[in-house]
């Protein structure tokens, strides 16, 4: 890659089949073995393209992307992250490129974005989870998490970390009857606050806490694992993310972006995502046998547009209650 600096201390670097004809150079929010797999999986339909990845949450990655940016020198060809507002926001500084010969037939158009600058390519939701063998009737709702000895007990991701985490956040303050007062509570109370999702996983599953919010794959997966622990979807709802995959208008290998993009939303890659435990946004494709019936599954959302302009006052918000 002729006028890419190099990122090797930070990216890993997966080859299929002999001497790369094309590179590929991502930076995503996807958790490292996760993306490993992803890659490993689009190398068997595209062995021929190299791809080279840069991990981090979401906020880091873009803080990354920015400092690119202004040097002149933006490294990937493809973004993979969790929210439609970073993507939003990307959008209106003009750093994506339009793909209008994406394959979304099968898949709900409001999902992706109408000027076909971004894609979404799963659902991922936000509940929590708790440990079972300390917790022997858990509560079922967010409202429930904001009791005192339950709180004291309870991590959750950072907005300053997580792109999922930045959603829920924002969504959640802006519900009538939780607002800013809820965090407040969890604060005052002693709930804490860590980075990631794998934190909480970590956390949660080995008994240092009791509950922790974190996305659904994670602990429904663990504990199809045998991990000592369960999932809620809150009777309030799920908020949720759909990591959506865009080509930057910086990309150097084109057709390797859009092939994958294409792969990611092609029944292929739509299986390849339930495999991993995710849920799939691809019409005819069944959810992992991990999750329950989600023929009953609300959505909490709030206004993308109000997320995008709040989004640096509902970081510091956040940390001044929980640090960061």
């Not at 002149?72 to 507002?85: K, M, R």
Request: aromatic share 8%; glycine share 8%; net charge negative.
């Amino acid at each position: 890659m002729s006028n890419r600096a190099p990122i090797l201390a930070i990216a890993a670097t997966l080859t299929s089949g002999s001497a790369a004809a094309s590179d590929l150079v991502i930076y995503t929010s996807t958790p490292t073995e996760a993306m490993d797999e992803l890659v490993a999986a689009f190398n068997e339909t595209h062995p021929d393209i190299e791809v080279e990845y840069f991990r981090s949450g979401t906020t880091e990655v873009i803080n990354r992307l920015s400092a690119e940016f202004e040097a002149g020198d933006p490294q990937p060809d493809v973004l993979l992250i969790a929210d439609t507002v970073v993507m939003s926001g990307l959008k209106a500084d003009g750093r994506l490129m339009a793909y209008d010969d994406a394959p979304t037939n099968g898949t709900d158009a409001t999902l992706h974005d109408p000027d076909n600058t971004f894609f979404s390519t799963k659902l991922i939701t936000t509940g929590f989870m708790y440990n079972t063998d300390n917790v022997e009737t858990p509560v079922t709702s967010w409202a429930d998490l904001a009791d005192p000895e339950i709180a004291e007990r309870l991590t959750m991701p950072s907005p300053l970390y997580s792109g999922a985490a930045m959603i829920h956040v924002g969504t959640i303050a802006d519900q009538e009857g939780f607002g800013w007062d809820y965090f407040e509570t969890l604060a005052e109370y002693g709930a804490t606050a860590g980075r990631g999702n794998g934190g909480v996983l970590e956390a949660v599953a080995q008994g240092q806490m009791d509950y922790g919010v974190i996305v659904d794959f994670m602990p429904l997966n663990a504990r199809a694992e045998g991990s000592p622990v369960d999932f809620v979807f809150p009777d309030e709802g799920v908020t949720a993310v759909t990591e959506p995959v865009t080509i930057l208008e910086t990309a150097e290998n084109v057709a390797a972006a859009q092939a994958f993009v294409d792969w990611q939303l092609s029944e292929a890659g739509q299986r390849f995502h339930v495999s991993q435990g995710y849920l799939p946004i691809l019409e005819g494709i069944d959810p992992p046998e991990v999750f329950p019936d989600m023929d009953d599954l609300h959505v909490i959302t709030a206004d993308p547009a109000m997320l995008m302009e709040q989004d640096e006052d509902i970081k510091q918000r956040f940390s001044d209650l929980f640090g960061g």
